[in-house]
């Protein structure tokens, strides 16, 4: 499987803890949708023999285009690579920027999933994060979801925010939960430095909730989406039957993607070498990049078979599955328990890998450690190089 990311990097206003390359200013809107367009076609003969699978168009703020802009990028992104009739093809919206007239054209270009950004249901915590949009905003968008034709839906919301409690986050897990959805994305706060918030917390204007709290909210998530049936089947991703997210697993796969867009990141095999790239991430030298006829990378790094190895691993047991390991075997043509018997023994041993039906894979406990598990192997990894 493959998947293509195209990134809209506009933004009405970039929230608090946001370090994505986005952007207020949108002066540059047409010239850059022209320019994502071009860099589908730069890519046209290069990858004409592969399949692609799912498209996902995230930023910043997707929905902030006019509709026929996307209409327009999706058509390009058809015209030049082999997307399959069955893709999923995801868009981000943020509340304040979904209408009738948009969900109906984007069903329209063959858009078969939605991603909205709630975050909180509370509008204190929302004002602390800088989120344009209010619970009565959020609420009025997701009616006009609710009416559409595109019933693949996910909700994003987060924990570990500013003034949030723990009761305050199971009062938004059970709002959500009420919602017509069957995609939950859960994610703690990662401070970035740089950001405002972290600013702010630096200066003490502002403070979060401790790891104690965090760790009661990621709990009580896990236990109230279960109940309810959602699965959990990453780290921080919770979906009903047959709603996982296909194009996010194929990251967690570790399989091949091409990214479009300023600061798009892509990984495919090339001349049988793993190789990952990215595109520059000031918006004027992509457009005037892609404009010369120029496929706008700037970062070109072949990955060797130990290092793709340590990635499978690092983000095949995000999965709640895991990994299986005779794929492991048929990709890299070693068994992963005779290369890393050792690493693997022990987290068996401590309970947070289980190895059982060809799977391994983290335990709840180990899901709660997962960083610890993978530094581990990579110390083998960097161990073991020749």
Sequence with gaps: MAGIYIHIPYCQRKCAYCDFVSYADQSTLGAYVDAVKSEAELYSQMLAWKRFDTVFIGGGTPSILPAESIAA??????????????????????????????????????????????QSDDDAVLKAIGRLHTKAVFEQ?????????????????MYGLPLQTTGGFIRTLKYAVSLPINHISAYSLILEEGTPLFDRLNSDQTELPSEDDCADMEEECHRILCDVGFTRYEVSNYAKPGYQCRHNLNYWDNGEYIGLGVAAHSAIRAEKQWTRFSNFTDVKAYIDRVTMGIVPCKNVMTIDKREEMFESIMLGLRKTDGIRMDDFSKRFGVDIMDEYREVIAKFVYDKLLYCRENKLFCSPRGMSVLNIITEAFYEHMTATEP
């Design 141 to 157: 968008a997701m009616n006009s979801i609710a009416k559409s034709s595109i019933v693949n839906r996910n909700v994003d919301i």
């Design 73 to 118: 990028i999706l058509d390009a992104v058809r015209r030049s690579f082999n997307v399959a009739e069955s893709a999923e093809i995801t868009i981000e919206c943020n509340p304040c920027s979904i209408t009738d007239e948009k969900l109906a054209a984007y069903y329209d270009c063959s858009i078969n999933r939605i991603s909205v950004g709630m």
